[in-house]
C-alpha cells in the first residue's frame, strides 16, 4: 500500500542542501527555508564530475546533529538533506541523490510479525535499489553493522565515532561500490542472458533428416543483427519414407527478432507439412495461410525456394516464391542458376496465388546450392554497386574450380561476400549446398 505523503513542512537548511554554505559561516544548522524535492532527471550511474548528494534518514527531531562539514575528492562541499522518517526520505529520495545515510535504530515500517532488527534498511534498499546506502549503528555493534552490509549496505559507521573526514571518504567509498557492483551485476546478468539466448537460438536452428539418403548436406548461416544467432533466414531439409529429399530455405523481410520468430514458424510448418505428403502449390498455399494468421503486420512476406529431388537424384521438383533461383553445378559443366521463369508471389503478397512446379534434371553428379538474398545483395567495394546473381555464379564458379566443396565451400562463399562488402553484411545469410556424388 502507499505511504501516505505528509503535509508540506518547513525543510531544514541541512536538507535543502545549505548545511554547507551555514556550516562555513559558523551558524547554526536548521534555517526554516522551503525547497522543492529535486526533479527526477537522472540516476545513480550519471553523476561523475557532478557534486555529490547525501540523504540523512535519522530521527532526531531537531534536525541533523551528526552530520559535519562534508566535502568531495575534489573539494566540493557535499550536499545533505535529511528525512526524519521513511515517509520524508520517500519524498526527498529523488534521483540525484547518490547515498543515503541510515540510522538502522529507525523505527521500521510495521508489518505482521516482523521483528526482523534490521528491517528498517531492508525498507529503504527495497525502496532505493539503485542508491548506494551506509548503515549507522551505536558504537560496539559492529556484529549489526557486518549483518547490515551483508543484507545490501555497502558500509557501516558508528554514530559517536563520525567525523568530516572518515564520513566523506565512506561516502564517496560507497558510492563507487555501488555503481562497481551494479555495473558487475549487469554484466553478469548480461553474459548469463547471452548465454540463454545462444542456447535458445541454437535449438531453434533445424537439425536435418536425412538418414538413409546418399546426399551430403552443409549449411552455413550468417544473421546480419548484431550479437545474434537467427534472423529472419529460415531454412530446413528432410527426406520422407518415399526416400525422397526435400530442402527449403527462405527469408522473412527484415531480420530482427519478430522476423526471426516467424522464420521459425514457417520453417517448421513446412517440415510437418512435407512430413504429411504436401509439395509445390499446395504446400506453399498453406504456408501462405500460416504467415497470414503469425504475422504483425499485413504489410509482412516471406520469400522461399522449395527444391524435391527424386528418389534417384537425378531429377528435382522446384518452386519459387519470390525468391532467387538456386544454383547447381556439375563435373565438367560452368555453375549456372536453374530456371527461375515460372517464379511465383512471395508469401503474403497476393491472395490466392498459386506457385508453379518446375521439373529440373540434375544428373549423376551434381552440387545444388540454395541461398538468400543477402549473399548477393553485398556491395562490391565503395560505390553502390551489388555483387548480385551474376557476381556469385561467377564467384562459386572460381571456387570450385580452386577445388573448395561442401562446407569449405560455403565458408569461403560468405568469408569473400563480407570481404567484398568492406565489413559485415546488412542482411541476414542462409546458404545450403546439397552434393551427390557418382
Same mark, same amino acid.
Given at each position: 500500500m502507499p505511504v501516505p505523503v505528509p503535509r508540506q513542512r518547513a525543510i531544514p537548511a541541512v536538507e535543502g542542501g545549505q548545511a554547507q554554505a551555514a556550516t562555513a559561516l559558523g551558524g547554526p544548522v536548521g534555517g526554516p527555508p522551503k525547497e522543492e524535492a529535486p526533479r527526477k532527471d537522472s540516476t545513480v550511474e550519471k553523476h561523475h564530475g557532478t557534486h555529490l548528494t547525501l540523504l540523512v534518514i535519522e530521527d532526531d527531531p531537531g534536525g541533523s546533529t551528526i552530520v559535519p562539514e562534508l566535502l568531495d575528492a575534489a573539494g566540493n562541499p557535499i550536499r545533505v538533506r535529511t528525512a526524519r522518517n521513511l515517509t520524508e526520505a520517500e519524498r526527498l529520495l529523488t534521483d540525484d541523490v547518490h547515498c543515503i545515510l541510515l540510522d538502522l535504530a529507525l523505527p521500521a515500517p510495521v508489518r505482521a510479525g516482523d521483528d526482523d532488527e534490521l528491517a528498517v534498511l531492508k525498507h529503504v534498499l527495497e525502496l532505493a535499489p539503485r542508491h548506494a546506502v551506509l548503515a549507522l549503528t551505536a558504537s560496539g555493534d559492529a556484529e549489526r553493522g557486518a549483518e547490515a552490509v551483508r543484507v545490501g549496505a555497502q558500509d557501516y559507521l558508528f554514530r559517536d565515532e563520525l567525523d568530516s573526514r572518515l564520513l566523506s571518504r565512506a561516502i564517496r567509498y560507497a558510492v563507487e561500490r555501488k555503481r562497481s557492483d551494479t555495473a558487475e551485476r549487469r554484466l553478469a546478468e548480461g553474459r548469463v542472458r547471452a548465454q540463454e539466448n545462444r542456447r535458445l537460438e541454437r535449438g531453434l536452428l533445424p537439425t536435418p533428416l536425412l538418414e538413409g539418403s546418399a546426399l551430403r548436406f552443409a549449411a552455413r548461416y550468417r544473421p546480419g543483427r548484431s550479437r545474434a544467432l537467427l534472423g529472419g533466414d529460415f531454412y530446413d531439409v528432410v527426406r520422407t519414407s518415399d526416400g525422397t529429399v526435400h530442402a527449403m530455405i527462405g527469408d522473412v523481410c527484415g531480420h530482427g527478432p519478430d522476423e526471426a520468430a516467424l522464420g521459425v514458424e514457417l520453417r517448421i510448418a513446412w517440415r510437418a507439412l512435407t512430413l504429411a505428403g504436401l509439395c509445390g502449390d499446395e504446400l506453399l498455399g498453406t504456408l501462405q495461410q500460416v504467415l497470414e494468421?503469425?504475422?504483425?503486420?499485413?504489410? &509482412?512476406?516471406?520469400?522461399?525456394?522449395?527444391?524435391? &529431388?527424386?528418389?534417384?537424384?537425378?531429377?528435382?521438383?522446384?518452386?519459387?516464391?519470390?525468391?532467387?533461383?538456386?544454383?547447381?553445378?556439375?563435373?565438367?559443366?560452368?555453375?549456372?542458376?536453374?530456371?527461375?521463369?515460372?517464379?511465383?508471389?512471395?508469401?503474403?503478397?497476393?491472395?490466392?496465388?498459386?506457385?508453379?512446379?518446375?521439373?529440373?534434371?540434375?544428373?549423376?553428379?551434381?552440387?545444388?546450392?540454395?541461398?538468400?538474398?543477402?549473399? &548477393?545483395?553485398?556491395?562490391?567495394?565503395?560505390?553502390?554497386?551489388?555483387?548480385?546473381?551474376?557476381?556469385?555464379?561467377?564467384?562459386?564458379?572460381?571456387?570450385?574450380?580452386?577445388?573448395?566443396?561442401?562446407?569449405?565451400?560455403?565458408?569461403?562463399?560468405?568469408?569473400?561476400?563480407?570481404?567484398?562488402?568492406?565489413?559485415?553484411?546488412?542482411?541476414?545469410?542462409?546458404?545450403?549446398?546439397?552434393?551427390?556424388?557418382?
Open positions: 494468421h503469425e504475422r504483425a503486420d499485413d504489410e &509482412i512476406f516471406a520469400t522461399l525456394c522449395t527444391v524435391d &529431388i527424386a528418389p534417384d537424384g537425378r531429377r528435382a521438383g522446384l518452386c519459387l516464391a519470390g525468391h532467387p533461383a538456386p544454383l547447381v553445378a556439375r563435373p565438367g559443366r560452368p555453375a549456372r542458376l536453374l530456371p527461375y521463369d515460372n517464379n511465383g508471389p512471395a508469401l503474403g503478397l497476393l491472395p490466392g496465388a498459386r506457385w508453379p512446379r518446375m521439373q529440373v534434371e540434375l544428373g549423376r553428379e551434381w552440387s545444388l546450392m540454395l541461398y538468400t538474398d543477402g549473399l &548477393i545483395e553485398g556491395r562490391v567495394g565503395a560505390g553502390r554497386e551489388r555483387l548480385g546473381q551474376d557476381g556469385m555464379v561467377e564467384m562459386v564458379r572460381r571456387q570450385l574450380g580452386e577445388g573448395l566443396r561442401g562446407e569449405a565451400l560455403l565458408r569461403a562463399a560468405v568469408n569473400e561476400v563480407r570481404e567484398l562488402n568492406g565489413g559485415e553484411l546488412a542482411d541476414d545469410v542462409a546458404v545450403v549446398l546439397l552434393d551427390r556424388a557418382a
